[in-house]
């Protein structure tokens, strides 16, 4: 059974960053290869929201939202994921949860809250 173990999140003030970590364990990934990996974040009061997926090439997609300020990158010896968050704004504030994909098939963390003060 895979299972998602996320760290990082916290308080930090406006303009700080904060580091995200995703490491997916439970499986063979000599047999299971896991495929895109990303992380979602769910604001008070609105729905799930990409932030940012990565395949297991590297290549990225970011929630307009974050561009330019959120890096995603991934160890694929590890089967870990990581958000590098930058310039924080109130408005990132959320519950981020990490998604990944092995053989089409979601899995998500619990998620681990961040919180961004003004």
């Known amino acids: 059974q895979v299972q998602l173990v996320e760290s990082g999140g916290g308080l930090v003030q406006a303009g700080g960053s904060l580091r995200l970590s995703c490491a997916a364990s439970g499986i063979s990934f000599s047999v299971f290869v896991i495929n895109a990996m990303g992380w979602y974040r769910r604001a008070p009061g609105k729905e799930r929201d990409l932030v940012a997926t990565?395949?297991?090439?590297?290549?990225?997609n970011y929630a307009d939202s974050v561009k330019g300020r959120f890096t995603i990158s991934r160890d694929n010896v590890k089967n870990t994921v990581y958000l590098q968050m930058n310039s924080l704004k109130p408005d990132d504030t959320a519950v981020y949860y990490c998604n990944v994909v092995i053989s089409r098939s979601d899995y998500w963390g619990q998620g681990t809250q961040v919180t961004v003060s003004s």
């Open positions: 990565i395949t297991r090439d590297g290549s990225t």
